[in-house]
Every structure is written in structure tokens, then in C-alpha cells.
């Protein structure tokens, strides 16, 4: 994982919970006010992205609303799309935050 990438208590409360559900999470602190999660899930192939958040929204939404109020990316994919994805590029190799 690239040094940009920082794991925190609620990063890993968030993985933690969402792990439980889908194969594959990473979450990290891009900066004191964000937080990106991306999930590579099998039960993404062929649902469209409000599919998708229906599977994912509600458990987010049981985390603390501190927690909820800083994740600003969401990334869902099933497995293979990361190629085609430029938000997973960013995942992969972060830009600087400007904060």
C-alpha cells in the first residue's frame, strides 16, 4: 500500500464491517476530511451502480455518523472492472491531497 494511503480506527472500523459482507474492501484516510473505501465483490457482476449501493448503503449507514460524513468515495466493482475503472487507478497509486 502506497505511504499515502493511512489506515485510522475508522478505516479499519469500516473495513472491518464491511468485510464481513464482501470478499475484497480497502479502505484508507486520503486526508483529515476523507475517506475513500473500495469494494471488489462477485456480487457486483451485472447489477448497475444503484444495485450495488442497495447491497452496500445500508451497512455504511450503521457505522457512526462521523465515520459516514467522511467517506466521499465509494467505489464498488466486481471483479475485472478494475482495469476500466480511473477512480481504482487513483486507489492504486493516490495524487496528492491538497489538504
Known amino acids: 500500500m502506497p505511504a499515502k494511503q493511512q489506515k485510522t480506527l475508522e478505516t479499519k ?8 459482507h464482501f470478499a475484497r474492501v480497502d479502505a484508507y484516510r486520503y486526508n483529515p476530511a476523507s475517506i475513500r473505501v473500495r469494494i471488489i465483490d462477485p456480487s457486483f457482476s451485472g447489477r448497475a451502480k444503484e444495485d450495488r449501493e442497495g447491497l452496500v448503503l ?37 495524487s496528492p491531497s491538497l489538504l
Do not use: C, H, Y
Open 58 to 94: 445500508p451497512l455504511i449507514r450503521s457505522l457512526p455518523e462521523e465515520i459516514q460524513a467522511d467517506i466521499v468515495v465509494l467505489l464498488m466493482l466486481a471483479p475485472g472492472e478494475e482495469p476500466r475503472s480511473l477512480m481504482n487507478m487513483e486507489f492504486e497509486s493516490p
Open 13 to 20: 472500523k469500516t473495513e472491518q464491517l464491511l468485510r464481513k
